[in-house]
């Protein structure tokens, strides 16, 4: 099944540092949606995004969609120790299958 | 408390041995699916359903059947698990209105198959 890549896999930073991470596909999406995955939980919405171009902001998140429609973008501003978990992307391809496609997940580690 | 509720959070089988993961939830949501998320793979959609009676295969449906008889429950049937079904699932809803919003995830079921 269709994949979204996302980068980078994993990463390492410290506290305070800004965090950026992407999604890319070699399709045309509809929506983009950026979730957080805590230890022993489920995915939880970030950030949902429905138009080329848009730019949205959650408290420290910033997420863009990307005007070719084939990528999207996640900010995150000075990073705090609950920041750690894994970010995953998910599109909504513009096929009309109504899946919902992820990312394979960024998994980040914030050192304090 | 508008949630996606998932039983078990955690099971260990045994080859062969037919299970079911439940799934339900009270938001009113059409739109319900299943997950499995392993090391590496992120995200993989099992099965999907648009409304009550109406499923449909996702990227990787083989092995696991579904059923959706009622709008709120969505149940996983493992028919013969194998251990490479061993595996972190999860159950997730949405609307379904033209313009989907982002889904509700339930907390999960880690299933070992040994």
């Known amino acids: 099944g269709q994949q979204l890549n996302q980068s980078p896999q994993s990463m390492f930073i410290q506290e305070g540092e800004d965090v950026s991470m992407n999604c890319t596909s070699s399709?045309?999406?509809?929506?983009w949606l950026w979730y957080k995955q805590d230890p022993g939980e489920g995915p939880v919405l970030l950030i949902a995004l429905y138009k080329a171009g848009e730019l949205t902001s959650n408290g420290r998140l910033t997420a863009q969609f990307g005007i070719t429609r084939k990528d999207s973008f996640l900010n995150i501003s000075a990073s705090i120790p609950s920041d750690v978990g894994i970010y995953f992307c998910?599109?909504?391809?513009?096929?009309?299958?109504?899946?919902?496609?992820f990312g394979t997940g960024t998994r980040l580690k914030v050192l304090a | 408390e508008a949630q996606v509720t998932q039983n078990p959070r955690y099971l260990i089988t045994v080859t062969g041995k037919k299970l079911t993961v439940t799934c339900s939830q009270n938001?009113?949501?059409?739109?319900m699916s299943w997950y499995r998320q392993d090391p590496g793979l992120g995200l993989r959609q099992i099965y999907y359903?648009?409304?009550?009676?109406?499923?449909d295969k996702g990227d990787v449906p083989e092995g696991y059947k579904v059923s959706r008889k009622e709008k709120r429950n969505f149940p996983l049937i493992l028919e013969s698990p194998s251990p490479n079904q061993t595996s972190l699932y999860f159950c997730?809803?949405?609307?379904?209105?033209?313009?989907?919003?982002?889904?509700?995830f339930g907390s999960g079921t880690r299933l070992t198959v040994v």
């Open positions: 399709s045309i999406f509809n929506t």
């Open positions: 938001m009113n949501h059409e739109y």
């Open positions: 998910a599109g909504l391809s513009a096929s009309g299958t109504y899946k919902y496609i």
């Open positions: 997730a809803s949405t609307f379904f209105s033209g313009s989907f919003d982002g889904y509700t």
């Open positions: 359903s648009m409304n009550v009676e109406v499923t």
